[in-house]
């Protein structure tokens, strides 16, 4: 049987990637450096915070395959001012005002998943800006499926729990040794909250969602 293997590489602000071409700087916006691969999905989180608008961020603000959401089975969401120029893509990297970001609320009963058809595409990595308040969840765990169904945690041979900080840090997330996430309309990765997460006040936010890979 097939080993799962799902290095993940977590920082902030500055990081090392294990694949060739990727990096970002500490100093100014954090703006991604795609080298040859490109940029799948892409999530801006600036929606309005009406929470009728907000549904809308569901949909990805890009997408180059059909079929990327996410939902959030905690106790709601929006969005909230101030975001984060983190991991932003194009002219969203030069906002300096305005840009929003996405807020799920306490308690984080459930999960935030999100689905990433990666039709076309190997090499698969997901980024994302993510901060949390002071009785936002301190740690959140990273697994996924290859099938839509059965998440994959026992199998994960390097770091699947992360720390999050009061202010937005960069976290990466790198999938390209598993070739079934793949060519896969079934991807979906899974991020489920840690301490904190029972409080009924507190959130942890997200922003600047990427999902990139290479063209098959």
């Known amino acids: 049987m097939k ?37 799948i999905h892409y999530w801006n989180c600036n929606a309005s915070a009406d929470s009728t608008l907000a549904n ?6 890009k997408s180059k395959v059909a079929g990327a959401t996410w939902t959030y089975a905690g106790a709601y969401y929006d969005t909230v ?34 689905s990433l058809p990666t039709t076309g595409y190997k090499n698969i990595v997901l980024k994302f800006a993510e901060e949390r308040t002071s009785k936002g969840a301190s740690t959140n765990t990273v697994t996924y499926t290859v099938d839509g169904t059965n998440y994959i945690s026992t199998a994960v041979a390097a770091i699947q729990t992360y720390n999050v900080d009061t202010v937005f840090g960069l976290h990466s997330f790198d999938f390209s040794s598993d070739a079934m996430v793949n060519n896969n309309p079934n991807f979906k990765v899974r991020i489920s909250f840690g301490p904190g997460a029972t409080n009924t006040t507190g959130n942890d936010r997200f922003d600047n969602i990427t999902v990139y890979g290479v063209k098959q």
């Open 3 to 39: 080993k799962y293997i799902f290095p993940i590489i977590i920082a902030t602000i500055t990081f090392a990637s294990c694949i060739k071409d990727r990096g970002v700087t500490a100093s100014g916006p954090i703006i991604v450096q795609t080298g040859g691969d490109s940029l």
């Open 56 to 61: 809308n961020i569901r949909i990805p603000t």
């Open 81 to 114: 001012q101030p975001g984060t120029n983190i991991n932003a893509v194009g002219a969203d990297s030069l906002l300096t005002s305005g840009n929003g970001s996405l807020r799920l609320r306490n308690p984080a009963s459930g999960p935030f998943t999100l």
